[in-house]
């Protein structure tokens, strides 16, 4: 999403990091005003609403590439079996019924998403232990399994653990945007970068190895398919890079404020290799 995009949501943001914005998309699940708390926007703007469970509120300027990937992944979401071991953040129904409603606000129209928040824990690599790490790679099998496509599987395409929890019994996962045919081996890549050192990180050759044998556990995945991995994550960045360039719309201007600007030249940073 365009920094600038990002900036105006924030700037209406009151102290109690309630918005008029979410409180009208909000609305199409009947849900009381300032009820809604920004989280934070990035691919797109997320509130959460408290209870229990959590529900967190996603939406993005309809009519966009990314409000097509949020409508996508929710329909994908919503028809995934149900699957011992793997547990899928479904999108609740607005009370129209519709899974994505466009809904108008002061900002023009929203593609918008309900969904519960995922159980179990979230996890970071330095707290990652090999048997979690062996399950991480049996969710991702598990995901390729069931869905389908024309190569044989959808991919999940962001299957990192910032898009997931663990639970005794699996995985959750969420995020399903990115979602779209691909093959193992593009998936594995995009999910294993920090555990791989793709991007700077200390490489975890034990929790990747234990990644890939959870993998297999549940399904093939053979050494030809192995060596293509870092070819995939060489094009993950490069159009990382691109992506980063899009939303360099603004935050580079001496008169924007401090946390634009520091964004704007955190995406260059990051983009810079």
Do not use: C
Request: charged content about 25%; proline content about 8%; hydrophobic content about 40%.
């Amino acid at each position: 999403m365009p920094l600038s995009q990002i900036r105006r949501m924030k700037d209406s943001v009151d102290a109690d990091w309630r918005s008029p914005v979410a409180d009208q998309v909000a609305h199409a699940w009947g849900r009381d005003p300032n009820s809604a708390r920004w989280w934070r926007s990035s691919a797109s703007h997320v509130f959460v609403i408290p209870g229990d469970p959590r529900r967190f509120l996603r939406f993005i300027p309809a009519g966009t590439a990314a409000a097509s990937r949020l409508r996508a992944g929710a329909e994908l979401a919503n028809d995934f079996p149900s699957v011992d071991g793997l547990w899928i953040a479904r999108p609740l129904p607005a009370e129209s019924g519709e899974l994505i409603p466009t809904v108008d606000t002061s900002f023009g129209p929203m593609a918008a998403m309900l969904v519960n928040e995922a159980p179990g824990d979230a996890l970071e690599v330095p707290s990652l232990t090999p048997d979690q790490a062996r399950m991480w790679g049996r969710a991702l099998a598990l995901f390729h399994e069931v869905a389908g496509g024309p190569d044989g599987v959808t991919i999940h395409g962001d299957f990192e653990l910032d898009n997931l929890r663990f639970t005794p019994d699996g995985v959750s996962v969420f995020d399903l945007d990115e979602s779209r045919p691909g093959t193992a081996a593009e998936d594995v890549a995009l999910a294993t970068r920090a555990l791989r050192g793709d991007e700077g990180d200390r490489p975890e050759p034990l929790l990747y190895a234990e990644f890939l044998a959870g993998y297999r556990s549940r399904r093939d995945f053979t050494d030809a398919e192995e060596t293509r991995v870092p070819e995939y994550a060489r094009q993950y960045s490069a159009r990382r890079v691109a992506a980063g360039q899009e939303m360099l719309d603004d935050g580079d201007k001496p008169t924007d404020p401090d946390w634009l600007r520091e964004l704007h030249n955190d995406i260059l940073t990051a983009n810079d290799w």
